[in-house]
């Protein structure tokens, strides 16, 4: 493990930091890619991706401080400490923002971000595991149990990467969206299953991890995984009571055709 990556000029770059920014210049890269697809512009994509990036950092440090506002240390305003759920409230409202200033098609933008948000996940989770942030599992006897002696948080006790099983559920994630994707599907069908698919794995991994129960047994993070799933199985509903007529306006725009901000207005959930 890396907690420092190097050093220079005696600024210590740190692995955590270098991974969230290659997290969010892979979602922009992808994102773009997606825009051109619709017919919508790069450059709005990449506002998008930065201002949800900046935001987002914001909302998972404050909700961090929050978190641990009775123990409150100097150490918690440090580069390191951010809870996931914060960045994604805060990333998600400054998102909504963009999209509401540039006239973007909101059902449109949800569904191409689903596949860039998560393999975005999935790196940033790469560099928690490999800076040693202390976000591994229980101890295990398992073959794979790792031990983190030389990370930011060391053990010495073989314990679940459960970054990297986080990381892995990513791809597997991606590779499902990618597939449901291939065909024309009703507006927000891709964000839905995002939404599903992304809560339940970490619903699932939060077992192998090391948190304080906050609600009926469960831990904070798996009643925000329980929110997200019941959140896209409402949205699923939604979209396949729509009528045929809005199912048939939706996402894909014919070849050489732009997508006009308001074409996807009619397939948004009311």
């Known amino acids: 493990m890396r907690p420092i990556l190097f050093s220079v000029l005696g600024l210590d770059i740190q692995t ?12 922009a890269f992808l994102l773009g890619r997606a825009f051109e697809r619709l017919g919508l512009k790069k450059d709005d994509a990449h506002a998008l991706v930065l201002w949800a990036t900046v935001w987002g950092f914001v909302g998972a440090k404050i909700y961090h401080l929050l978190e641990n506002l009775p123990n409150l240390t100097w150490h918690h305003l440090g580069g390191t400490g951010f809870t996931w759920y914060g960045g994604l409230l805060a990333g998600v409202a400054s998102a909504l923002i963009v999209i509401r200033r540039r006239r973007l098609p909101v059902a449109a933008v949800a569904d191409a971000a689903a596949i ?16 040693g942030d202390g976000t591994y599992g229980r101890p295990t006897t ?31 994630i991606a590779a499902v969206l ?27 991994v939060e077992f ?8 009926l047994g469960l831990t904070q993070p798996q009643l925000w995984s329980i929110a997200s799933v019941l959140a896209g199985a ?6 396949r ?7 048939d306006a939706s996402p ?19």
């Not at 860039?116 to 800076?131: D, E």
């Not at 192998?208 to 609600?215: S, V």
């Not at 409402?234 to 979209?239: Q, T, Y």
């Not at 009571?241 to 199912?247: A, G, T, V």
């Open 16 to 27: 955590y930091g270098v991974s969230k920014a290659l997290a969010a210049l892979l979602g």
């Open 252 to 270: 894909v725009a014919a070849p050489g055709r732009s997508l006009a901000p308001g074409d996807l207005s009619s397939s948004t959930p009311s």
């Open 142 to 172: 398992l073959p794979w149990g790792m031990t983190v002696s030389d990370g930011a948080v060391p053990t010495d006790v073989p314990v679940h990467p459960t970054p990297l099983y986080e990381a892995l559920a990513a791809v597997l």
């Open 208 to 215: 192998l991890r090391i948190n304080d129960p906050a609600l």
């Open 178 to 204: 990618w597939r449901l994707a291939r065909r024309q599907r009703p507006p927000l069908t891709i964000f839905a299953g995002y939404m599903i698919l992304s809560g339940g794995a970490r619903f699932a």
């Open 234 to 239: 409402v949205l699923i509903a939604i979209v």
């Open 241 to 247: 009571r729509r009528n045929p007529q809005d199912i």
């Open 116 to 131: 860039p948000l998560t393999l975005a996940y999935g790196v940033g989770r790469l560099g928690c595991w490999f800076s």
